[in-house]
C-alpha cells in the first residue's frame, strides 16, 4: 500500500500527516507526503510542525518539500488533501476516474461530516500545531482501519 499526504506547501501538515501515519502502518507500507504548489520545494518542515512530531516521539526532520507530480497518480494507492482547495487542485490534474478514485479529503475519512478540512497552522502558533497534530492522529487511526484488515 503506498499512501500521498498533500497539503498547500508540504512544509506544515502533509508532513506531519506523513510522520504520524508512518508510525501506524507496516513497515512495508510506503507514506509520502507532497504540495500543490513548489514554493518550499527542497526545504524540510516548518520547525514548529518539527517540534510538535517531535513531542510525540516522531522525527520529520529530515523530510523535505516537494510539489506533486503526475507520477504521483500512478505510484500512491491513496492521496489524502488536507483541504477543499488542495483537494481541487489535486483531482483536477488527475487524467481519468481511476486516478480521481484514489484523492479524498483526508478527515472525511473519520466519517460524520463532509468536506472537513485540516486547518493550516502556518499563521498560528504552537497550539495550532497541536491541535493539527490530535486531528491528523484521529484521521490516521480512521485510515489505519480501513486499510489493514
Given at each position: 500500500?503506498?499512501?500521498?499526504?498533500?497539503?498547500?506547501?508540504?512544509?506544515?501538515?502533509?508532513?506531519?500527516?506523513?510522520?504520524?501515519?508512518?508510525?501506524?502502518?507496516?513497515?512495508?507500507?510506503?507514506?509520502?507526503?507532497?504540495?500543490?504548489?513548489?514554493?518550499?520545494?527542497?526545504?524540510?518542515?516548518?520547525?514548529?510542525?518539527?517540534?510538535?512530531?517531535?513531542n510525540?516521539?516522531?522525527?520529520?526532520?529530515?523530510?523535505?518539500?516537494?510539489?506533486?507530480?503526475r507520477?504521483?497518480?500512478?505510484?500512491?494507492?491513496?492521496?489524502?488533501?488536507?483541504?477543499?482547495?488542495?483537494?481541487?487542485?489535486?483531482?483536477?490534474?488527475?487524467?481519468?476516474?481511476?486516478?480521481?478514485?484514489?484523492?479524498?479529503?483526508?478527515?472525511?475519512?473519520?466519517?460524520?461530516?463532509?468536506?472537513?478540512?485540516?486547518p493550516?497552522?502556518?499563521w498560528?502558533g504552537?497550539?495550532?500545531?497541536?491541535?493539527?497534530?490530535?486531528l491528523?492522529?484521529k484521521?490516521?487511526?480512521a485510515?489505519?482501519?480501513?486499510?489493514?484488515t
Amino acid at each position: 500500500m503506498k499512501i500521498l499526504m498533500v497539503c498547500l506547501g508540504n512544509i506544515c501538515r502533509s508532513p506531519l500527516a506523513e510522520g504520524i501515519m508512518k508510525t501506524k502502518v507496516p513497515e512495508n507500507f510506503v507514506v509520502d507526503s507532497a504540495g500543490t504548489i513548489s514554493l518550499h520545494e527542497g526545504e524540510h518542515p516548518d520547525k514548529r510542525a518539527v517540534k510538535t512530531a517531535a513531542n510525540h516521539n516522531i522525527d520529520i526532520s529530515r523530510q523535505k518539500s516537494r510539489p506533486i507530480k503526475r507520477i504521483d497518480f500512478e505510484n500512491f494507492d491513496r492521496i489524502y488533501c488536507m483541504d477543499i482547495s488542495v483537494f481541487e487542485d489535486v483531482i483536477s490534474k488527475a487524467k481519468n476516474e481511476e486516478e480521481r478514485q484514489k484523492i479524498s479529503l483526508f478527515l472525511e475519512e473519520l466519517g460524520g461530516d463532509k468536506n472537513v478540512e485540516v486547518p493550516d497552522p502556518y499563521w498560528g502558533g504552537m497550539k495550532d500545531f497541536e491541535e493539527v497534530f490530535q486531528l491528523l492522529d484521529k484521521g490516521c487511526d480512521a485510515i489505519k482501519k480501513q486499510i489493514i484488515t
